[in-house]
DNA sequence: ATGGTCGGCTTCCGA
């Protein structure tokens, strides 16, 4: 193949979801596939019906809440379940294997929400644990690609009103901050390269008619250390995702990597 | 319109 597409898609709840992420596998055929929300421990996860499209599947569940996956079309090694530094964290948020010659991660970071309760400290001590590791990452020097749901909207014209947000976990100054940490380590985000006007959101709420109105954010990423980003060719939201009936809250994320 | 979400550990919680 020419090229290898990544994609990062929360699709809340793999169950209640399965049909959907079916159809999309198929239209979309990424080569790699990093998963947030499972609401599912490990033995509940449809494996064999996604298996059965060509993918190797890796996970890391957690009943009910949170659970994080792999899937990609070669085998996968050296495979990591929860975040380095975050060892006691007894939610499932991070994996993290080597396929196609990638170093890849799935990450579910926390919402935060209430902002100042203990579920913000919790958020802003699992982002610096995942800078921590972010930087080993680069030190390897490596193609690598952390990708998934950080619950960060990066800058304004990641909001369709950013006064809507601004009392929100996701949008606040520490979290905003610790997400250009990443950046100025030397991790890129192919979606603002590529689309540097915004508009380019990745979630938007059931409540209030978020999608029909476009009320929406950009929350889903994919960093790439600087070796991945020299290979980088195409970057888009699978926008259409989000407007398919029983859909999920996020839209897919995707980018291309030259071989 | 005074209302209008969803998934799962389902009559409450987390997002």
Redesign the pocket.
């Known amino acids: 193949m020419a090229e290898t597409k990544i994609a990062t898609f ?1 699709i ?6 399965l049909p959907r992420l079916l159809d999309w596998l198929k239209t979309s055929a990424p080569d790699i596939v990093c998963l947030q ?5 490990d033995d ?1 996860v449809p494996r064999l019906e996604i298996e059965a499209l060509g993918y190797h599947v890796e996970t890391h569940g ?5 659970g994080v996956a792999l899937l990609s079309k070669t085998p996968m090694e050296d495979v990591r379940r929860g975040l380095p530094g975050m060892e006691d964290d007894p ?1 499932a948020r991070y994996i993290e294997a080597t396929s196609a010659g990638l170093r890849v991660a799935s990450i579910y970071a ?4 209430p902002v100042n309760s203990e ?1 913000f400290a919790y958020k802003l001590r699992w982002l610096d644990a995942l800078i921590a590791h972010a930087a080993d990452l680069l030190a390897q020097e490596i193609p690598a690609v952390l990708a998934g ?1 950080y ?1 960060i909207i990066p800058e304004e014209e990641d909001c369709h009103e950013p006064d809507a947000w601004r009392d929100d976990a996701l949008f606040q100054p520490q979290a905003r901050a610790r997400f250009r940490q990443l950046r100025w380590q030397g991790w890129v985000d192919p979606i603002r390269q590529r689309h540097p006007d915004g508009d380019q959101f990745t979630f938007w ?5 978020a999608w ?2 476009d009320y929406g954010i950009r929350i889903d990423h994919l960093l790439l250390s600087p070796p991945a980003a020299d290979r980088l060719d195409r970057a888009e939201v699978d926008r259409m995702e989000r407007g398919r009936e ?4 996020h839209a897919p994320v995707w980018i291309t990597l030259k071989d």
Do not use: M, V, W
């Not at 709420?205 to 008619?209: S, V």
């Open positions: 929360n809340n709840g793999i169950r209640a979801r929300e499972l609401k599912a421990e509940q957690q009943k009910g809440f949170n939610q926390p919402n935060g929400n579920k749901d619950n709420d059931y409540k209030g008619g029909t109105k029983k859909a999920s809250d």
